[in-house]
């Protein structure tokens, strides 16, 4: 019988406790009627739910994203000389990419106002901006990752001896 770590462990009571929440979403509670100046939606009642399990998904992995990274590169700093840096080793190139394209996203993003849906006009700058970095970083990075998926597929990064 194979043996559970405690990360395979942690991997699947998050899958399992996503896999009810969008359940939750998407199969209960669709009877609510929300009005929004004379517009009347019917709107799901764990909207706020999938919301908070998202933010609490993104925060843990960031949090184990940076927090591994600093980890490494702490141990790695120590035991310098007892170990090679392998060719493998693209964390710092991955993060100070990312980290261009986010500057490079705010620079291109205008932060122009919006008409929203009873025909008001949305004016925050500082949130327009923001949305659209988000939104052309999103853009660029899945782009890469399909890339980058397709060029391991082929066998580009693969390692020749």
């Known amino acids: 019988m194979k043996k559970l770590s405690v990360s395979s462990i942690v991997l699947w009571a998050l899958i399992i406790i996503s896999v009810i929440v969008l359940l939750m979403f998407y199969c209960f509670g669709f009877g609510n009627i929300d009005t929004i100046g004379t517009n009347t939606y019917t709107a799901p009642m764990h909207t706020g739910t999938l919301i908070v399990w998202l933010y609490i998904l993104v925060i843990l992995?960031?949090?184990?994203?940076?927090?591994?990274?600093?980890?490494?590169?702490?141990?790695?700093?120590?035991?310098?000389?007892?170990?090679?840096?392998?060719?493998?080793?693209?964390?710092?190139?991955?993060?100070?990419?990312?980290?261009?394209?986010?500057?490079?996203?705010?620079?291109?993003?205008?932060?122009?106002?919006?008409?929203?849906?009873?025909?008001?006009?949305?004016?925050?700058?500082?949130?327009?901006?923001?949305?659209?970095?988000?939104?052309?970083?999103?853009?660029?990075?899945?782009?890469?990752?399909?890339?980058?998926?397709?060029?391991s597929m082929i066998g580009l990064f693969k390692t020749r001896k």
């Open 61 to 151: 992995c960031a949090g184990s994203v940076f927090g591994f990274a600093i980890y490494n590169a702490i141990f790695k700093a120590k035991h310098k000389s007892v170990e090679k840096v392998k060719a493998t080793d693209w964390a710092g190139y991955v993060l100070l990419g990312t980290l261009v394209i986010v500057i490079i996203s705010s620079i291109c993003a205008g932060g122009a106002p919006v008409r929203l849906g009873d025909n008001s006009l949305f004016e925050n700058t500082f949130l327009l901006k923001l949305s659209e970095v988000c939104l052309f970083s999103i853009y660029v990075l899945v782009v890469l990752a399909i890339l980058a998926t397709a060029a």
